[in-house]
């Protein structure tokens, strides 16, 4: 097990993830991968280079407990498991370090290396000693090796190497575990990589990349030692939740528009006892007839606007939905699609459904940004609240009072909660995992229950 962490945003962290594990999986090993920190994007690409779900861990939003209980799974399950760390490796908190400290993972480092020689040893040397960001009692960061990305040629590739070297008496010195050429193919970024006609190149730079990892810096990986959970660790996993859902058929909107959708949130609405149907507001379906309640996810919206406002189906399905009483959460890009416009940053005004009075408008800065939590006094105080993060470029400009807020970690009010008979809608992306118990309040109380 590894955690590939960065020099900082931009060095090709995904790139190298993907390549190793398509590279694995092409031959025939076991391969699961993670993402550090609440991104939806990389998952995505992540899962077509492994084949498999990519959850997400951190200590704040997932959790230290769940994701111990997580990677222990999986490395009962896989040959080799790969963490993939956000930003710099030491940028936070929480910070990609944090994460290999809590679960004691060894890291290896990828360094963007195509402007550089002998600084890459300096600077890999540099963040295996670096005494910052450990607290307390947590063990000490092992840093185990590194990865050069966007190499030259095979001699540029030798003088990285050899700036690796240290003395033979030198203990647990990171070493060198190879590279990818500055000639490889990147991953589709953002935007690009939620698009359906995208999925073939994704693909395509995937299997390209597989192909230029060479089979000996797949025998280091996997000669390193096996990673074993801590004893304790079992003693942290929760306890299943009451089917509190039971009985109840919640449709949830999936397609390029509406993609923001952690695994762990179908996994806990399946344990809580919902059946899920899935459906596609940009393909203009309706909201199946079957459904006793309503998931909006967030997702890029403002990019299909014109085709939303063409699909009266969907419209007319979500407006009757609202109407007959039954309980709707819209998060993000879900509650823009609810508005009665969304303004594009071009100027376009685009209709949406109508269901919550006021328009969203698309602006060029970050509108908020970090994770929350949110409470309800109602819920009482055994009830853990839930957790989630938010992310968006938008702002909602409507006459409905906020029903509550969500709390920042640091302190001071975070997202509105707004409430408008059975639709309750934010800019919060739930985690809902972290609060089995307010998920289904989310899906089952009325206006005036919540």
Sequence with gaps: MLLIAGLASGQGKTTVVAALAAALRQRGRRVRVFKS??????????????????????????????????????????DLVLIEGVMGLYDGPPSAADLARGLDVPVVVVIDAGSMAQTFGALVHGLAHYPGGREGDAPPLRLIGAIANRVGSAGHAQMLADSLLTPTDTPNAPQWLGHLPKSARTIPERHLGLASDAAAEIDQAISALAALVEDDLLARLQALPAWQPRAAWAEEAPPPPAPLLAGRCIAVARDAAFRFIYPANVDTLRALGAELVFFSPLADEPIPEA????????????????????????TASVRAFAQAGRPIWAECGGMMALADHLITVDGGRHPMAGVLPGEVRMQTRVAGLGVQTLARPAWGADVAPLRGHTFHYSVLETPVPPLTHAQRLRGGAGEALWQRGSLRCSYFHAYFASSPAVTAALFTLSENEF
């Design 37 to 78: 920190g609440p991104d939806f994007i990389d998952p995505m690409v992540l899962e077509r280079a492994s084949g498999a779900p990519v959850f997400n861990l951190d200590d704040r939003m997932v959790g230290l407990a769940e994701s111990r209980q997580r990677v222990a799974q999986a490395a009962a399950e896989a």
């Design 291 to 314: 459904a006793t309640a309503l998931w909006l996810p967030g997702g890029y919206p403002e990019l299909f606007a014109a085709e939303l406002a063409q699909a009266p189906r969907w």
